[in-house]
């Protein structure tokens, strides 16, 4: 019932800048965190930041200093703002919602992805 559509990923040199976005359409009134995961290939989706409905944040160690969440909650919109990119960072990059009503009971959506590939 969530939709969720990345866009602006793209191929960037390293210590160069990327904006992705995230479309959320659907129930969103439920939510209660997004987030931006990445998937390097043959690895499982990891965590790198997330934005609470109450403006709390959360950054992975590796993207820390670097990125940047925010949320426009007029336009529905999800940002990952990427500085000082490096070839580490070269991965599939995906939004998410989530619901979390008890621990361990939760809804949770996925976007398609938008790559993200970072040169040397």
């Known amino acids: 019932q969530v939709r969720l559509v990345e866009s602006g990923g793209g191929l960037v040199q390293a210590g160069g800048s990327l904006r992705l976005s995230c479309s959320v359409s659907?129930?969103?009134?439920?939510?209660?965190?997004f987030g931006w995961h990445r998937r390097y290939p043959g690895k499982k989706r990891e965590s790198i930041a997330s934005?609470?409905?109450?403006?709390?944040?959360y950054y992975h160690d590796s993207v820390k200093g670097r990125f940047t969440i925010s949320r426009d909650n007029v336009k529905n919109i999800i940002y990952l703002e990427m500085n000082d990119l490096r070839p580490e960072d070269t991965a599939m990059y995906f939004c998410?919602?989530?619901?979390?009503?008890?621990?361990?009971?939760?809804?949770?959506?996925w976007g398609q992805g938008t790559q993200v590939t970072v040169s040397s």
């Open positions: 934005i609470t409905t109450s403006s709390r944040l």
């Open positions: 998410n919602a989530v619901q979390w009503r008890r621990a361990a009971d939760y809804d949770d959506y």
């Open positions: 659907g129930n969103v009134a439920r939510i209660n965190v």
